[in-house]
């Protein structure tokens, strides 16, 4: 190219550049900002929406949750304070329920109400405002009842006319419903209707709290309440319309399910909607209000990236179960959540990984103070292998397959090797473990009765994520035979000698597991002999068989009521297993309304001037309600005459004599707590209802001539006491605990708060005529959880731990059907903190009553209690020591359901052997006397099913108090001769006004 041509073209391309991009530069460079811009703006939109479909989720939940946690609380509360004894008519818990509204009967308003019922007093149909369902129709309560308790009304019904519809978003009380962009939304109402409300009769108040925005139930959205009777497995149809008035008693759960929506929709105009659900027992009537409570909360959930953090995708994992202290559990729900409420305090949070997951949180546990709520979450991770699904059946023909009419096994525990995973049958027979990856084996294990028909254990690999079935058969071995007789033991040696006659139609069995099932059973002839035929143990001589026998009533046992252990083996022929029998001397004595009762020898004037001619026969000491002519009555014994005790107290001269305390006299208690002689001569201390004078009183034995066992007329002068609580006290102990040489006293309260009670220490001042002083109450001392603790229903002293000194069990009632049982550590005699809490967990029952025994047999003291589950129904429970180190442990062993509620407990040896039997004194229901007494004897290391009837139907009324002592033993003017066997007395309320002294003589 020519200098010139160049020139030109380097002119040209310059004026080029000058000018910028081209058109089509241009339009790309355009094209791709919009591309990007689109994306950022698609980005920040789905952004912004991920954002509110999230606060729309929360919201709806926040909503969903409040109204939930407010509606269960209350409901579970349903008859607090009801009218229950209205003669024909009780207040109904439940006065009305559909599928959007619920009407119950509780006294909330005042708290505390007094007893004459501050206002609002019970709802007056004749009043007004009157809720529409009640109003005319059916459910309409035939009179205004007589306590405190008025209705709470949780609804959508806004504008009272009976139906949820439109007319209630516009309601005054649904207005904020109106209000909001969701044409779904009501307003759920709380609504307390109750007479002299404001002090106006007639006024039944009625005014509404809006509760929560939630969505009506209808369509998609599920029932506000869902209702079982009792009896059915399955629901109320709400087709049928509300609970009908005559099966309000019957209901027996309600399950809540609280549905609300977000107050915005999302970008498609859709509302979030949350639908939580809770099931509450309307018979437990737990007083939840009593108590502010504080949310524990959290998830337990897959770790997958194992960072210990709960990241996006991370699923939680259901039903794992996890415990808040000792005494408040939950399981997880579906999404890996747990919420347990308890009260302020310190607790330690722990969980039970789901089978096939391992805790990788660490520390595996949370130590945290509650008040306010915390929150804390378990990583798991899941372990490598898989599930084996197990499955047991009846082989009745041997031949090792499942064929029609050979039916499956339940309560099969199965384990698993290695590892040691375990697992029990369910009724179908199946039941699962998770094997880890490798070689692995399962055993089922058979009682002695019973031979698998095949491989047992059976072998199998599992690979990661496999799954393996595995299939057993079992079938009965052949049998033995066990032979003997039932004889009475006229004097009591245990052997049948010559001319002691065998009893006919006595209940015989065996056992494998200690008495709570029974493998074979027949009666005696008339003779008295047995044959019992008995599937043989041996080989594989695994378990073994306790044979035992129940003496029938009017009874006792002179022999162990249990022999073992015994294996037999197929065509063995087992003799001369016998079992020896006494008739128990029934001493019936008229006595005032009983409430309480103990033993001693009170030492009475039976000796002229010389203590060394004392019988030393134990006395007895009850306590009655006030209102008669006296509510203390002392039977002195009549050694060696016979019978031991005359009719009345009173009559003839010498029997006794009776005194009048302030008040009905709950508890009782006899030691010598004064130190003037002779120091031998015990003393009474007597609990009652709070009176002007006290609640706890001290009457020292008197000394002077002719005076010796009789507490004075009244009480001591200034030995009248009033707990801190103002309450009543309930139960009564003595024990030096205050470091002195004479007994302190331990006095447990209700208190006037419902629920609520205290245990408080007065300690001796060691003078000749002492005085008490407290020196600490229970809680506020002791480290007791949550600084709060039930009704006292019952105290017993016991050496948990072995270590010399005696340990404090209490067990209390916080709601009516509600109870704990609390177990406190002796720590030593200085101030401050002698009793410290060591162990507590809820009762499922209101406590009554409590025994300590050894019932295993193992050297250590275990708690039966008695409790009240209904009006009507109550169980015995027998909790084991597990004593580990210092740690106090026990474990909720038996459960023995009583023919009513359980009113007393004691426990002594009233068999053969030497263990603690179990007395036991129970009421039919809340609306009659009717009731009786029963004993358990504990020979086989547990609490049996069953219990004999000591007074041979003799004893038809309620019995709230026992106590035990040997009433045949004296030492003047001749010696007793043995054998020395403790007996019994019971303390018997015909009436209102009437009751008996009954005592077991053996």
């Not at 040209?12 to 000058?18: L, Y």
């Not at 309307?282 to 990241?311: E, I, K, W």
């Not at 107290?649 to 010498?654: C, D, E, F, I, V």
Request: glycine share 10%; net charge negative.
């Amino acid at each position: 190219m020519s200098p010139s041509a160049r020139s030109r073209w380097f002119r040209a391309r310059s004026a080029h550049d000058a000018r910028g991009f081209t058109l089509i530069e241009a339009l790309v460079t355009v094209t791709l900002l919009a591309l990007v811009a689109g994306a950022i703006m698609l980005l920040l939109n789905s952004s912004a929406h991920g954002k509110q479909a999230t606060s729309n989720s929360a919201q709806a939940t926040e909503a969903a949750q409040a109204a939930l946690d407010l509606m269960a609380q209350e409901i579970r509360s349903a008859g607090y304070g009801g009218d229950v004894d209205f003669p024909g008519d009780p207040q109904p818990a439940i006065a009305y329920v559909d599928s959007a509204q619920i009407i119950f009967a509780a006294n909330f308003e005042p708290w505390p109400d007094s007893a004459a019922h501050g206002q609002p007093v019970a709802y007056d149909p004749d009043g007004s405002p009157r809720p529409a369902p009640l109003d005319g129709t059916d459910w309409e309560p035939n009179q205004k009842y007589r306590t405190g308790a008025e209705l709470i009304r949780f609804t959508l019904d806004a504008n009272n006319d009976g139906d949820v519809d439109a007319d209630d978003r516009s309601a005054s009380a649904g207005r904020d419903a109106a209000r909001t962009r969701n044409p779904d939304d009501f307003v759920l109402l709380r609504q307390t209707y109750g007479d002299s409300t404001g002090n106006v009769a007639g006024n039944n108040g009625g005014q509404s709290q809006s509760i929560a925005l939630v969505l009506e139930p209808g369509g998609s959205v599920p029932p506000l309440f869902t209702v079982y009777l009792r009896g059915s497995s399955t629901p109320w149809n709400w087709a049928n319309g509300a609970i009908p008035p005559d099966k309000l008693s019957d209901i027996e759960r309600v399950t809540l399910q609280v549905t609300a929506a977000s107050p915005q929709p999302d970008a498609r105009g859709r509302y979030a909607q949350t639908t939580l659900r809770t099931q509450v027992t309307s018979t437990r009537n737990l007083p939840n209000f009593l108590t502010t409570t504080y949310a524990v909360q959290g998830y337990v959930y897959n770790d997958l990236d194992m960072d210990r953090s709960m990241d996006a995708g991370e699923p939680g994992i259901a039903d794992v179960s996890v415990r808040v202290g000792n005494s408040y559990s939950t399981t997880t729900s579906s999404t890996g959540y747990y919420l347990v409420r308890v009260p302020a305090g310190t607790y330690t949070i722990r969980h039970t990984p789901a089978s096939g997951f391992a805790n990788f949180t660490s520390p595996d546990t949370f130590v945290v103070s509650v008040g306010p709520g915390v929150t804390r979450s378990f990583a798991d991770t899941a372990r490598s292998g898989g599930y084996v699904d197990v499955h047991v059946y009846r082989d009745a023909d041997a031949d090792g397959f499942e064929d029609a009419g050979e039916t499956p096994m339940a309560f099969m525990p199965v384990t698993l090797s290695p590892g040691g995973a375990t697992g029990t049958t369910s009724n179908s027979g199946n039941a699962r473990l998770f094997a880890p990856t490798g070689a692995f084996s399962i055993r089922v294990l058979t009682p002695d009765s019973l031979a698998a028909t095949g491989s047992n254990p059976q072998a199998g690999v599992m690979t990661n994520g496999g799954a393996v079935a595995m299939s057993f058969g079992v079938h009965p071995n052949a049998n033995g035979r066990i032979t003997g007789r039932v004889f009475n033991d006229l004097n009591r040696n245990g052997s049948q000698d010559t001319g002691e006659p065998g009893v006919a139609n006595v209940w015989i069995g065996s056992t494998l597991d200690l008495g709570v099932t029974t493998a074979a059973f027949t009666t005696t002839d008339a003779n008295g002999d047995y044959t019992l035929d008995t599937p043989a143990n041996a080989p594989p001589s695994t378990s073994p068989y306790y044979l035992r026998f129940l003496p029938p009533p009017g009874y006792f046992a002179t022999t162990s009521t249990a022999r073992g252990p015994i294996y037999l083996t197929a065509g063995q022929s087992l003799t001369g297993q016998h079992f020896g029998i006494g008739a128990f001397q029934v001493i019936s004595l008229s006595a005032s309304r009983v409430l309480s009762l103990a033993s001693a020898d009170l030492y009475e004037n039976d000796f002229g001037t010389n203590t060394a001619n004392a019988r030393r026969d134990v006395d007895v000491l009850l306590g009655a309600d006030a209102g008669g002519t006296d509510n203390i009555s002392v039977w002195f014994n009549q050694y060696n005459a016979n019978p031991a005790f005359n009719s009345s107290p009173l009559t003839p001269a010498g029997s006794g004599y009776t005194r009048n305390a302030p008040q009905s006299v709950l508890s009782i208690a006899a030691d010598t707590l004064d130190s003037g002689a002779p120091k031998s001569r015990p003393d009474v201390v007597t609990g009652t209802r709070k009176a002007a004078a006290g609640n706890f009183f001290v009457w020292f034995n008197q000394n002077t001539s002719g005076n010796q066992g009789y507490i004075p007329v009244s009480y001591n002068a200034g030995q009248n006491y009033t707990t801190s609580d103002g309450g009543d006290v309930t139960a009564v102990l003595t024990l030096d605990c205050s470091g002195g040489n004479m007994p302190d006293l331990i006095v447990g309260t209700r208190s006037p708060t419902s629920g609520r009670g205290t245990v408080e220490i007065w300690q001796n001042s060691n003078a000749t005529t002492p005085v008490f002083a407290q020196q600490e109450m229970y809680p506020g001392a002791g480290a007791v959880p949550g600084a709060r603790m039930g009704e006292v229903a019952g105290m017993a002293l016991a050496d948990i731990d072995s270590d010399g000194d005696k340990d404090l069990v209490v067990v209390t009632k916080t709601g009516s059907w509600t109870g704990e049982l609390i177990v406190f550590k002796n720590t030593g005699r200085t101030n401050g903190n002698r009793f410290q809490y060591a162990f507590g967990h809820d009762l499922g029952g209101a406590a009554t009553c409590v025994t300590t025994a050894d019932v295993n047999g193992d050297g250590r003291p275990d708690v039966v209690l008695g409790t009240q589950t209904s009006t009507s129904s109550g169980n015995l429970q027998y909790w084991r020591n597990n004593l580990s180190g210092s740690n106090f442990d026990f474990s909720y062993e038996r459960r023995v359901d009583a023919p009513g509620i359980v009113m007393s407990v004691t426990a002594s040896d009233l068999g053969g052997s030497t263990r603690s039997d179990i007395s036991m004194g129970w009421r039919q229901s809340e609306s009659t006397y009717a009731g009786g007494v029963l004993l358990y004897y504990t020979d086989t290391g547990t609490l049996p099913s069953s219990g004999t009837d000591p007074s041979n139907g003799s004893v038809v009324n309620m019995v709230p108090a026992l106590t035990t002592a040997n009433y045949n033993y004296g030492v003047k003017p001749t010696a007793a001769v043995p054998p020395f066997l403790p007996d019994l007395a019971a303390g018997v309320k015909v009436t209102a006004t009437t009751g008996a002294l009954v005592i077991f003589i053996r």
